[in-house]
């Protein structure tokens, strides 16, 4: 089992940044992929970047040049920083982790706000 707790939402206006986290706990498996999804009211969840532990990332093309995914493996954190924020960047953002047997596991989420 692997809890995922995430950190570093909030609100802020267009144009700013905000710099979210998420730390593993409770499994000795490595964690192969760790990445941000978020989540808009009846919308499905939507990926927004994914690390596996060699460094290889991956981003939605509604993010890329804005946003950078980045992960400790020693400290299995995985930390999405956010920049140039827009107001269709607000949802609910959850961090995933996927061990090496496919399981995946989630956050509770973190609330990010762009007002514009």
């Known amino acids: 089992q692997v809890a995922l707790v995430e950190s570093g939402g909030g609100s802020v206006q267009a144009g700013g940044s905000l710099r979210l986290s998420c730390a593993a706990s409770?499994?000795?498996?490595?964690?192969?992929?760790m990445g941000w999804y978020r989540q808009i009211p009846g919308k499905q969840r939507e990926l927004v970047a994914t690390?596996?532990?060699?460094?290889?990332?991956n981003y939605a093309d509604s993010v890329k040049g804005r946003f950078t995914i980045s992960r400790d493996n020693d400290e299995k954190t995985v930390y999405l920083q956010m920049n140039i924020l827009k107001p269709e960047d607000t949802a609910v953002y959850y961090c995933n982790a996927m061990i090496f047997d496919g399981r995946s596991y989630w956050g509770q989420g973190t609330q990010v706000t762009v007002s514009s």
């Open positions: 690390i596996t532990t060699g460094g290889i990332r």
């Open positions: 409770g499994s000795s498996f490595r964690l192969i992929v």
